[in-house]
């Protein structure tokens, strides 16, 4: 289950979607999902959907690559989308003792569980093609503008690329951590919700203990290489917009006037 976590992790290419600009692929994500909320149809749907297929084609990704960044929140998607179906008010199709299914609840129901999918999956296709070091100079740069009144873009944009790093690398030394216990008889999966929660305990304190040593083991080595934040500072590689930069922005404004469009139509019809 641990391992499907895909979150924060980097996959390696050179397609066009790679050599983007961070802050090209980091603008259209914001942009897509404000989009997200704009779509009411299931036309609009479609084009988001299309979207995320065609970004996954030219990025090169596995096709189930994307598709395992949904699987460990699928739990909380069908939990969305069932309270829906029994607490929005409307026309009742099913209706036992104190649960009642309605036709509203259905369609809003699967509209925000599609909405937390598409989300899903732009996160990952960001992060899967930008490493960690290129997404941390892409967030300072767009923070820059805020230094003016005190916002300490550097340290915000270091801060959540390293927290995003070390994701995988947790939840990799979790699962070593619950192997070595079970082989020493733990039982994680059986009992009542409190005696799950105890035995969680040996799982916890060796996590909480490596993930001290390793900020500690960081923040040395940071230091030996005499990081002083991003004052005076200078890169290998400079971020440049290119032509491919202000081609997607293009499609990006395109596409969120193209879904501004139908939702205006479908209100007026």
């Known amino acids: 289950m641990l391992t499907d976590i895909t979150l924060g992790q980097y996959y390696p290419g050179n397609s066009c979607?790679?050599?983007?600009?961070?802050?090209?692929?980091?603008?259209?994500v914001l942009f897509y999902m404000v989009m997200v909320f704009l779509a009411n149809s299931p036309l609009s749907y479609g084009i988001?959907?299309?979207?995320?297929?065609?970004?996954?084609?030219?990025?090169?990704?596995?096709?189930?690559?994307?598709?395992?960044?949904?699987?460990?929140?699928?739990?909380?998607?069908?939990?969305?989308?069932?309270?829906?179906?029994?607490?929005?008010?409307?026309?009742?199709?099913?209706?036992?003792?104190?649960?009642?299914?309605?036709?509203?609840?259905?369609?809003?129901?699967?509209?925000m569980s599609l909405r937390l999918v598409l989300l899903l999956l732009v996160s990952s296709l960001m992060t899967f093609t930008t490493s960690p070091i290129v997404l941390t100079d892409g967030i300072e740069s767009l923070l820059r503008p805020f230094k003016k009144i005190g916002v300490p873009a550097h340290e915000l944009?270091?801060?959540?690329?390293?927290?995003?790093?070390?994701?995988?690398?947790?939840?990799?030394?979790?699962?070593?951590?619950?192997?070595?216990?079970?082989?020493?008889?733990?039982?994680?999966?059986?009992?009542?919700?409190?005696?799950?929660?105890?035995?969680?305990?040996?799982?916890?304190?060796?996590?909480?203990?490596?993930?001290?040593?390793?900020?500690?083991?960081?923040?040395?080595?940071?230091?030996?290489?005499?990081?002083?934040?991003?004052?005076?500072?200078?890169?290998m590689h400079e971020l440049v917009y290119g032509k491919a930069d202000a081609l997607t922005g293009l499609v990006m404004l395109a596409l969120f006037a193209l879904l501004a469009f139908l939702r205006d139509r479908k209100s007026v019809g």
Request: glycine share 8%; net charge positive; charged share 20%.
């Open 17 to 28: 979607i790679h050599r983007l600009d961070p802050r090209t692929k980091i603008l259209a």
């Open 48 to 111: 988001l959907i299309g979207f995320i297929v065609l970004g996954a084609a030219l990025a090169k990704l596995p096709a189930g690559l994307l598709l395992r960044s949904i699987k460990p929140l699928w739990i909380i998607i069908l939990l969305t989308m069932v309270i829906h179906f029994v607490t929005d008010p409307g026309e009742a199709l099913w209706h036992w003792k104190f649960i009642t299914v309605t036709r509203e609840g259905i369609v809003l129901g699967v509209k």
């Open 157 to 235: 944009a270091m801060m959540m690329t390293i927290a995003l790093r070390f994701i995988p690398t947790l939840l990799e030394e979790t699962d070593r951590i619950m192997k070595a216990q079970m082989s020493r008889g733990a039982d994680f999966s059986s009992g009542n919700i409190m005696k799950r929660a105890k035995n969680m305990l040996p799982i916890l304190i060796p996590l909480f203990i490596s993930s001290f040593r390793r900020a500690d083991e960081l923040a040395l080595a940071m230091e030996a290489r005499c990081y002083r934040g991003g004052e005076g500072r200078t890169r």
